[in-house]
């Protein structure tokens, strides 16, 4: 391990995350799309292509990172970037009319890890009432029929992820990622139901995530474990498997690329948070070794940083949204550990 440990202060760490939600401000364009990627240092070099997911990812960051003092062409920034992910909420044809739902459309699909995502970004964006844009139905009414989308998908212990808006036709595509956004997103705009309560019960009793290393799951754990969703018992056990799996297997960043190794310190960094709160929820012996190895993740993010701007590697110096929605939320979570 090489990385420079002295660079990951309190302080840098705040920086970086203002500078990145500048450089996210800066590249939110009028109607309120990003640039969605271009080349380090060069916003002129920019690259086709667009996820609505990453938008909406980004967005959620941005509005963490904000807050109410934020100024007023960032805020406009945040509040265009909403008024396209609301622009894709469309009802679905065939959902009970008695229990109206709002599906988060991109090319005439329905990704269940979007709808997470989008939950997310609009309840934060509603904490900053100068961010919010026009919203039909009012931010309640919205967040709760899209929570109702989602919480629809759940079949048996898990949830079905992808649909064409057109037909309801459920897709084969199964994502390592959108069921930790869902429950995530859901847990933190509303209630869990019995079936909610149910489904993430049975995913953290059975490991879901281990392998794949999952922030997400990483997230939504620790929601289930604050929110009293599950036993304090069961989320020490999940969460103590999962940063076992990230650290006795760092694999990730033999890649030398900034993503893999930012989720995985958003993971990390999270449960440390937690930990924070429940002192006895993890050994003080697990809690230094992730505290160690989530310091070295930072440094070595630092190898593709400048400006505001995250690249993905040492081969790529391709800036994209998500790279700097990711890494700058370790940073931000590092500076909230260090407050």
């Not at 909403?82 to 109206?100: D, R």
């Not at 149910?198 to 620790?222: D, F, I, K, N, P």
Request: hydrophobic fraction near 45%.
């Amino acid at each position: 391990m090489t990385a420079d440990l002295a660079h990951v202060t309190a302080n840098r760490s705040r920086a970086i995350v203002a500078a990145s939600l500048a450089h996210l401000a800066r590249i939110a364009l009028p109607k309120g799309r990003f640039i969605y990627a271009h080349e380090a240092g060069d916003i002129a070099q920019a690259h086709d292509g667009y996820n609505l997911l990453r938008h909406c990812g980004t967005l959620w960051f941005m509005a963490r990172a904000a807050g109410d003092g934020a100024p007023p062409h960032t805020l406009d920034a945040i509040r265009r970037a909403s008024g396209y992910l609301v622009s894709k909420l469309e009802p679905a044809p065939w959902a009970n009319p008695a229990q109206p739902s709002l599906a988060l459309v991109g090319k005439g699909v329905v990704k269940l890890g979007g709808l997470g995502l989008g939950l997310l970004a609009l309840s934060e964006v509603g904490t900053i009432p100068a961010a919010l844009p026009d919203l039909p139905l009012g931010l309640p009414e919205t967040v709760t029929r899209m929570r109702r989308y989602a919480l629809d998908e759940i079949e048996g212990d898990d949830f079905r992820h992808k649909r064409v808006l057109a037909t309801g036709e459920v897709t084969a595509f199964r994502s390592d990622y959108y069921t930790g956004e869902a429950i995530f997103g859901l847990l933190t705009t509303g209630p869990a139901d019995a079936d909610l309560t149910r489904v993430t019960t049975s995913l953290m009793r059975h490991g879901y995530g281990w392998a794949e290393q999952s922030h997400w799951m990483a997230y939504a754990a620790c929601e289930a474990v604050e929110r009293g969703v599950v036993p304090e018992a069961l989320g020490s056990a999940y969460l103590t498997g999962l940063m076992e799996a990230i650290l006795t297997d760092a694999h990730y960043r033999a890649r030398r690329q900034s993503t893999p190794i930012a989720c995985r310190t958003e993971a990390l960094t999270r449960t440390l948070l937690l930990a924070r709160q429940i002192p006895d929820l993890l050994t003080p012996d697990l809690t230094t070794r992730i505290r160690t190895h989530a310091a070295e993740n930072l440094a070595l993010q630092l190898d593709w940083y400048a400006d505001g701007q995250f690249w993905k590697g040492d081969d790529d110096r391709k800036v994209q949204i998500d790279y700097i929605q990711h890494n700058a939320t370790a940073f931000l979570h590092w500076a909230m550990l260090e407050a």
